[in-house]
């Protein structure tokens, strides 16, 4: 232990020595374990903690699928019967909770304040083990259609909404669309978020009243479920229970439930699926780095090894063994990276306040991510284990010295050999090897990012503002009403300066909505149950087409003739035309939705296929129907202009006008949310660029430490070469060669560890392939180039060495 | 003393100053020295006294502060660096005392160096490396790396590299300094055997034992030429010693 403390005190004393060397290192180290810090704070706190729920290893999420059409992955949601059967039929689950995430308003003094919220059942606050801190949890009798409508408030809606009212419970409150009343029963502890993925959450409210006819309805899947394992079950076990009550469901309801599954996944894991491909391409990227840090550090050490063999032989000659000088080398190692660790400690808690700013929303659990002390142990483990790798290598080829030679210095009359500089050769080399895999996967994401903003999503965003709104139930209580309030609307924003054309849909596209229906065509043969082909239906008014620029390639758009009770008529997309129409035109054959149950709608236009769900992914079918006859309270106002941002405050103005009580829920352009959904890739983008450019940084330092450390080495050398005639140039290119040797050597190697890793990135790429020749050729020349600029100055102090005092170098 | 009537090497009033802080050190003053083609010159004297400065000079490698040196017809001392080098390729062959052999090339590559300097066709080069590495009794080591042979052997190899540009002049910075009595002998009689081919050679040596190899004396003292000695029968006296040529 004391032996510890001598080589621990000697250790600091040679850093204190060597400052320069040690503030290199450490900074080097530093920048690189702080980068590894912020990014497993990350990850930690999103991927690796549990959910801040006592009961968090037991809650799973439940989502049926259609497991003919659908694949296991591409689960989402149910249909609530289907889910209240298998609560009760359930062995495994001891609680299970749909829910739906929900916008609404609360009038705490007359006002609407608009509210994020969830309609979930009553058991959820079962699954989470949460205990109100006022009131009571919700009851199966809540959930039933005709039940006395109640609430539960978040603390903090308390607090600012209701000053903290402690008489609140049993007290009723004005809520929703029609601000009718409401009995709060419970206030919720401090900081409770569920569902997780959202910003805030003011108000739960019990999910079965709000179904209305989707209460006995098993073809409408859009619920959302949790639920509480039994002690014991493991998710496995859970699923395949689940799958038994499923088969019962398949035979029980052909027409709705064939096919049915259900995915039984752990919920953390399902809340994280989404970023954890790309945390753990940023947590191997940013490992990377590190590496590339441990192999600048270990060529320092390498070439201040070189300096140091006749310390190491003096000890050796005084009885040390080649372990122990192995040991007293590596605790100096451990030293350098464990004050680098601190320090990149210090620089994490900044980095991670950078990270959080850079990401979008859409990564769940953001809030929780900081440096704690799981953090900081983190560090220090790797900051060791950092310590070891950078140090291992030079200080086993330090401890190798031949004692005779160094103690009589008797290895004159030739110049250094190659032992020691290959390995400090074949450092680089890696060191280049890695950069060019970090560098290409950057490419890669980069050329993903460029396609996918270049593609087309067959609609002009560019151009068009929107304002969302849902016309209040209390004031427009039926669709004539809501349509009319909402055509009043389109008027007014139609003859606002500078607007070409307005209309009005009721799902914007991109927005993340779903809206998934099946259909027929009339006149072929129906499909079977559960196979039948899906679409997703827009209900627009007259000029949407034109106002989104989305061409209509035959027949025609829907007018003010088409209404309410003229005939039901649809526009189709040319996916569905392609797909079901190859050979003959579609004008005029009938539409039914929803097995037979409504009425045809007849196919009276053609409109260009749009991406609806994302940017990239294929368009699907999209059809559009008639607000006068498909009515949707929920609507986006859109309006196409030059200007789109000067159109968001008179679009506002309108509505205060017509309707000053009536709340806007949304007034954007259509382009901030098309940019708004790349955030994911370009946060990933962002992080893998830096890191990549952190990479080439170090990589640089690395070749220009190396160049210049063997013109040090090579001086003699040098001297020599240029007594015998050789010319400045010449020495010149000599350094320069030996820079391109190692380059090369190093690109070889990394261009075929690329080609290898990126493989893994395949889901997060876009319209270019693992392996990309172009973004290889582009990356190895920017790493080339880079390798010769920072040789070039190496090698014009080796072309200006003084042969004389070269020669006598020695 | 002259081919010609024209020495191949001439100095005249090289003066070498260097400036230290705020001293001045004369380490050659007004030397004046001429050496003739096929002469073997010796220069001898105490450390410091500007031996080594005088070689730096004749080789090139470093430049007077004063008076005039020609080197085979040309005045040398203002020439640029791109000449200097193209004059040290192909005039002079060093050896120096401690080899200064490169470790990364074998013996071979070692003494074809300076040829690929002179741009020299494979061919020519090969035929001059061999050619050198006969003389000095080293062709069977040729794919050695200079660790892998003794001192001696590593000074032979400095010797086919000086010798395979076939210089001028041969110059030799204390050839046996590193070396022990045996293998010293045995360099010295190389370069003996070398001058008696005809090669020119000028060589810095404190070592009285060897001086007596060389046909010309010249002794320094405090940068200057004290004296000049000439020894026409040195050859007959090492061969009557019953010296053997290496």
């Known amino acids: 232990m004391s032996s510890l403390l001598f080589d621990i005190r000697f250790a600091i004393r040679a850093l204190k020595r060597n400052t320069w060397f040690t503030i290199v290192a450490v900074a080097t180290l530093a920048i690189a374990l702080g980068a590894n810090t912020a990014i497993f704070s990350v990850v930690d706190a999103i991927l690796l903690r549990p959910l801040p729920f006592s009961t968090s290893a037991r809650i799973v999420t439940i989502a049926g699928y259609n497991s003919v059409r659908v694949a296991r992955k591409d689960a989402e949601v149910s249909a609530w019967p289907d889910l209240e059967d298998l609560r009760k039929q359930s062995k495994t689950l001891e609680h299970l909770a749909a829910y739906s995430e929900s916008a609404s308003y609360i009038y705490p003094s007359g006002e609407p304040v608009p509210v994020s919220g969830a309609a979930v059942g009553s058991e959820m606050f079962d699954v989470l083990a949460i205990k109100p801190e006022l009131g009571r949890r919700f009851t199966a009798r809540d959930d039933l259609p005709d039940a006395p409508p109640v609430i539960a408030l978040s603390h903090e809606t308390w607090m600012h909404l209701y000053a903290g009212d402690q008489a609140i419970i049993g007290k009723t409150v004005r809520f929703g669309n029609s601000g009718k009343p409401r009995t709060v029963v419970a206030i919720l502890p401090p900081g409770l978020r569920f569902p997780i993925n959202t910003d805030t959450i003011s108000f739960w409210a019990p999910i079965g009243p709000t179904l209305g006819d989707n209460f006995t309805e098993r073809g409408a899947h859009f619920l959302f479920a949790t639920g509480l394992l039994r002690r014991g079950v493991t998710v496995a076990q859970a699923e395949s229970d689940a799958n038994v009550v499923a088969a019962r469901l398949q035979k029980a309801y052909p027409d709705n439930d064939t096919g049915l599954k259900f995915a039984v996944d752990s919920c953390q894991e399902r809340l994280t699926r989404g970023v954890r491909p790309a945390l753990m391409l940023l947590t191997v990227a940013v490992f990377v780095v590190l590496l590339i840090g441990c192999a600048n550090v270990a060529n320092l050490l390498l070439a201040r090894a070189a300096g140091r063999h006749r310390e190491i032989a003096v000890r050796s000659a005084i009885g040390a063994t080649r372990g122990r000088i192995i040991r007293q080398l590596l605790v100096e190692s451990v030293v350098l990276s464990l004050l680098a660790g601190a320090i990149g400690a210090l620089l994490a808690t900044w980095g991670v306040d950078l990270l959080v700013a850079l990401a979008p929303p859409t990564i769940p659990r953001l809030d929780t991510v900081h440096v704690d002390g799981k953090v900081l142990f983190f560090t220090a483990a790797l900051s060791m284990l950092t310590g070891i790798i950078f140090g291992l290598a030079p200080a086993i080829s330090a401890s190798n010295t031949n004692l005779t030679e160094c103690l009589n210095d008797a290895s004159r009359g030739s110049t250094e050999g190659r032992k020691r500089g290959r390995l400090r050769n074949l450092i680089v080399g890696g060191e280049i090897a890695l950069s060019l ?374 | 003393m002259t081919n010609n009537g024209e020495p191949l090497i001439r100095l005249e009033g090289i003066r070498k100053i260097f400036y230290t802080d705020e001293l001045e050190t004369h380490a050659l003053s007004n030397v004046h020295l001429e050496i003739g083609r096929g002469e073997y010159v010796s220069i001898a004297g105490p450390s410091g006294c500007g031996k080594s400065t005088l070689l730096s000079i004749l080789g090139l490698l470093d430049t007077p502060s004063g008076g005039t040196y020609t080197l085979n017809g040309t005045e040398v001392q203002k020439l640029g660096p791109v000449e200097r080098a193209q004059i040290r390729n192909r005039e002079i062959g060093f050896i120096f005392q401690s080899f200064n052999l490169i470790g990364d090339l074998t013996v071979y590559e070692n003494i074809e160096l300076p040829l690929t300097y002179r741009r020299l066709p494979a061919g020519e080069r090969k035929r001059r490396v061999n050619g050198a590495l006969e003389r000095v009794g080293m062709l069977n080591r040729s794919r050695h790396y200079p660790a892998q042979l003794s001192g001696g052997q590593q000074q032979r190899v400095a010797v086919a590299r000086a010798l395979a540009g076939e210089p001028a002049i041969l110059l030799a910075d204390e050839p046996t300094g590193n070396l022990d009595s045996k293998n010293g002998e045995a360099v010295m009689g190389l370069l003996l055997d070398l001058h008696r081919a005809g090669a020119t050679i000028c060589m810095v040596t404190h070592d009285p034992r060897f001086t007596r190899y060389a046909g010309r004396k010249v002794h320094l003292f405090d940068g200057r030429i004290i004296e000049e000695t000439r020894d026409h029968m040195a050859e007959e006296k090492l061969s009557a010693s019953g010296f053997a040529v290496a």
Not at chain 1, 730 to 737: Q, V
Not at chain 1, 799 to 810: E, G, S, T
């Open chain 1, 437 to 810: 895999v970090l560098l290409t996967g950057a490419g890669l994401l980069l050329r993903s990012f460029v396609q996918l903003f270049a593609t087309n999503p067959g609609f002009d965003s560019r151009s068009v503002a929107s304002l969302a709104f849902s016309p209040r139930t209390s004031t427009y209580p039926d669709d004539t009403r809501v349509y009319a309030f909402q055509k009043r609307v389109i008027e007014e924003a139609s003859h606002l300066p500078g607007v070409k054309s307005a209309a009005g849909v009721d799902l914007l596209p991109l927005a993340g909505d779903q809206n998934i229906n099946t259909f027929n065509i009339a006149g072929r043969p129906e499909a079977l149950p559960g196979q039948g082909p899906t679409a997703t239906i827009l209900s627009i008014t007259p000029h949407f087409f034109e106002t989104l620029s989305i061409p209509l390639l035959q027949g025609r758009d829907f007018t003010a003739n088409d209404t309410e009770n003229s005939e039901r008529v649809l526009i189709v997309d040319q996916t569905f035309v392609k797909r079901y129409f190859p050979h003959e035109n579609p004008i005029g054959h009938q539409i039914v939705f929803g097995g037979n149950k409504t009425k045809p709608r007849t196919i009276v236009g053609i409109a260009s296929p749009i991406r609806f769900v994302s940017v990239d992914v294929e368009p699907t079918i999209t059809f559009y129907a008639p607000q006068s006859q498909r009515t949707s309270n929920y609507i986006h106002i859109v309006t196409r202009s030059d200007n789109p941002a000067a159109q968001l405050r008179p679009l506002r103005e309108i509505m205060r006008r017509l309707d000053p009580q009536q709340p806007v829920i949304d007034v954007r352009t259509f382009e901030s949310l098309r940019v708004e959904t790349f955030g994911s890739r370009r946060f990933l983008l962002t992080l893998t660029a830096l890191l990549a450019l952190l990479a080439l940084v170090l990589a640089a330092i690395g070749i220009y430490s190396i160049m210049a450390y063997s013109v040090a080495v090579r001086t003699p050398e040098i001297g020599i070469r240029m007594a015998l005639g050789a010319e400045s140039s010449e020495i010149f290119r000599l350094i320069i060669r030996h820079s391109v040797q190692i380059t090369a050597g190093g690109l070889l190697a990394g261009v075929i560890a690329a080609v290898i890793a990126t493989r893994t990135m395949r889901t997060l790429l876009y319209g270019v392939v693992p392996g990309d020749p172009i973004t290889l050729a582009a990356v190895s020349a920017v790493l080339a180039a880079v390798a010769i600029v920072a040789s070039y100055i190496p090698a014009r102090m080796a072309a200006k060495v003084d042969p004389l005092v070269a020669i006598r170098y020695d």
